[in-house]
């Protein structure tokens, strides 16, 4: 299984990106995916997840980025609004074979399978 993350770029401070995550395996389903970043000498953190069709997010995005999924496109995306200098980082996305609690979402050893990642740059 690969995930293949894609839709980062530059974008002005306030403005709006969306990230996308393609799962290769078509008949692979996964009852949650996540999405982390990480900026250049920081741990990789926890964005947002979706749980079924539930997202669920860290305080610091909330009001502002929308995880959704298309099943049959086996996809999930990350939709930014409102975009802040700190949220200049590395995006990866991830996928749990098994449906983990709510709990369990923000850690990343919940997840079995992570994408490359994709740069997200936002200029102030």
């Known amino acids: 299984v690969q995930l293949q993350a894609s839709g980062g770029g530059l974008v002005q401070a306030g403005g709006s990106l969306r990230v996308s995550c393609a799962i290769s395996?078509?008949?692979?389903?996964?009852?949650?995916m996540g999405w982390f970043r990480q900026s250049p000498g920081k741990d990789r953190e926890y964005v947002a997840a979706?749980?079924?069709?539930?997202?669920y997010y860290t305080d610091s995005v909330k009001g502002r980025f929308t995880i959704s999924r298309d099943s049959g496109k086996n996809t999930v995306y990350l939709q930014m609004n409102s975009l802040k200098p700190e949220d200049a980082a590395v995006y990866y996305c991830?996928?749990?074979?098994?449906?983990?609690?709510?709990?369990?979402?923000?850690?990343?050893?919940?997840?079995?399978?992570w994408g490359h990642g994709t740069q997200v740059t936002v200029s102030s």
């Open positions: 979706i749980r079924w069709n539930v997202g």
């Open positions: 395996e078509r008949t692979f389903s996964s009852c949650a």
């Open positions: 991830a996928a749990s074979v098994n449906c983990p609690i709510t709990s369990r979402l923000p850690n990343l050893g919940t997840y079995d399978y």
